[in-house]
């Protein structure tokens, strides 16, 4: 059971990334998948969260900007981030739920140069 993430790494502010995040060992169809993110010094917080009927929620910093979407055919939530903006640095993290806990990727580093 674990997530797999991918796509990270260095843009100048305005650029843009694609995050992708692959589910093996577990079910997807029926499950919410989220983005989170941890920059230096502070607390991880939620970027994008999708259910499994396609419902998406985003945080105020992100929305308008970022984009999450699934493809529950090859178990896969996908991040696609524009406009970034260097308080956008961190590292982002996939995240799902598995047996009633928290199960984490490995987290992927965002770094956005001004």
């Known amino acids: 059971v674990q997530l797999q993430a991918s796509g990270g790494g260095l843009v100048e502010a305005g650029g843009s990334l694609r995050l992708s995040c692959v589910a093996s060992?577990?079910?997807?169809?029926?499950?919410?998948m989220a983005w989170y993110r941890q920059a230096p010094g502070k607390q991880r917080e939620l970027v994008a969260r999708?259910?499994?009927?396609?419902?998406?929620n985003y945080s105020d910093s992100v929305k308008g900007r970022f984009t999450i979407s699934r493809d529950n055919a090859s178990k896969t939530v996908v991040l696609q981030m524009n406009s970034l903006k260097p308080e956008d640095t961190a590292i982002y993290y996939c995240?799902?739920?598995?047996?009633?806990?928290?199960?984490w990727g490995q987290g992927t580093q965002v770094t956005v140069s001004s």
């Open positions: 995240n799902t739920q598995y047996n009633w806990e928290d199960l």
């Open positions: 999708i259910g499994s009927g396609y419902v998406t």
């Open positions: 060992g577990m079910s997807f169809r029926g499950r919410a």
